[in-house]
């Protein structure tokens, strides 16, 4: 089944891919069917924001169409940045490094011990046909005072898992793929996709 994934992160279609391959879901960038839409993000959550995308490349394509919103949130900072990770500090010059920067910089203060903080997806898939499904994954750890590790991307290099004992742009691809937030969503997404008999049993 060929799915169009909602986004313009090569990133994310790498690490979805990856997954959902094993489902037999073929998955191309929006880009790579010659569509170039800003999706407007107006929802409040992370189910909503990722329902939105996908409706609207679907719309757009014509095919399913799948969309991840996913995003960090520190408990000492209330929930945020949560589903404003991707343009935390509202400014444009800012890149993943940037925000990365600025979240540490916003959480100095909090000592350690209380720096707990939670990765969040909720995958959307719709089809042409009204069908929805949605599913959400979390992954609970810690933030680091500064970045370490290579791999990854956004904020993996501040974010520490403790059963790895090491943070998530630390781990190798093949060990983020078996606990990040966006599998442990694939997951719950390839069991109800099961359930509505679009994948194999």
Same mark, same amino acid.
């Given at each position: 089944?060929? #799915?169009?994934?909602?986004?313009?992160?090569?990133?994310?279609? @790498? *690490?979805?891919?990856?997954? +959902?391959?094993?489902?037999?879901?073929?998955? #191309?960038?929006?880009?790579?069917?010659?569509?170039?839409?800003? @999706? *407007?993000?107006?929802?409040? +959550?992370?189910?909503?924001?990722?329902?939105?995308?996908?409706?609207?490349?679907?719309?757009?394509?014509?095919?399913?169409?799948?969309?991840?919103?996913s995003g960090i949130a520190v408990d000492a900072l209330n929930g945020e940045p949560g589903i404003y990770s991707a343009r935390y500090g509202f400014d444009e010059s800012l890149d993943d490094w940037g925000r990365m920067?600025?979240?540490?910089?916003?959480t100095e203060a909090v000592p350690d011990g209380h720096r707990q903080a939670q990765f969040v997806c909720v995958i959307t898939f719709v089809t042409p046909e009204g069908q929805v499904i949605q599913a959400r994954g979390e992954v609970h750890g810690e933030l680091t005072r500064q970045p370490r590790g290579g791999n990854g991307f956004g904020y993996d290099p501040i974010f520490y898992y403790p059963p790895l004992g090491c943070t998530t742009a630390e781990?190798?691809?093949?060990?983020?793929?078996?606990?990040?937030?966006?599998?442990?969503?694939?997951?719950?997404?390839?069991?109800?996709?099961?359930?509505?008999?679009?994948?194999?049993k």
């Open positions: 089944m060929k #799915v169009v994934l909602a986004s313009k992160n090569r990133h994310k279609l @790498v *690490e979805i891919s990856k997954i +959902t391959e094993k489902f037999g879901i073929e998955l #191309v960038l929006q880009s790579e069917l010659g569509v170039d839409i800003d @999706v *407007e993000e107006t929802g409040t +959550t992370f189910e909503e924001n990722s329902y939105i995308k996908a409706e609207a490349v679907m719309k757009a394509t014509g095919l399913p169409a799948l969309a991840d919103d920067m600025l979240l540490l910089k916003n781990a190798s691809p093949e060990e983020k793929n078996k606990i990040s937030h966006r599998a442990r969503a694939l997951n719950v997404f390839y069991e109800k996709l099961k359930e509505a008999g679009y994948a194999d």
